[in-house]
């Protein structure tokens, strides 16, 4: 059974960083391109960043780049986003999704709260 277990969500203050983790369970993650996306409250699902299967080259939504940074530990089978400097828009809902654009199965998500 594919499965995708999101962690690392939390309040934090304005200007403050997470790590959030998303281990993969029933294949192995490093064999498709993965992403993440959120949800803010109220709003829709939005793409945040994808990395691609094999070089792992990854890629981002303006919104979040140069503050976010996403790899895979394929030794762990785990896909990890760190978001540093980050602003009350942030809050959400964030996901792991097979797929580079999050059109696949996702997690149950992780909370993200940031205090302005």
């Known amino acids: 059974e594919v499965q995708l277990v999101e962690s690392g969500g939390d309040l934090v203050q304005s200007g403050g960083s997470l790590r959030l983790s998303c281990v993969a369970f029933?294949?192995?993650?490093?064999?498709?391109?993965m992403s993440w996306v959120r949800q803010a409250p109220g709003k829709g699902l939005e793409w945040v960043s994808g990395?691609?299967?094999?070089?792992?080259?990854?890629n981002y939504a303006d919104s979040v780049k140069g503050r976010f940074t996403m790899s895979r530990d394929n030794t762990k089978n785990t896909l990890y986003l760190q978001m540093k400097s980050l602003k009350p828009e942030d809050t959400a809902v964030y996901y792991c999704?097979?797929?580079?654009?999050?059109?696949?199965?996702r997690g149950p998500g992780t909370h993200v709260t940031v205090s302005s």
């Open positions: 999704a097979i797929g580079s654009r999050g059109q696949g199965s």
């Open positions: 029933g294949f192995t993650l490093s064999n498709y391109d």
């Open positions: 990395i691609n299967v094999g070089g792992g080259g990854t």
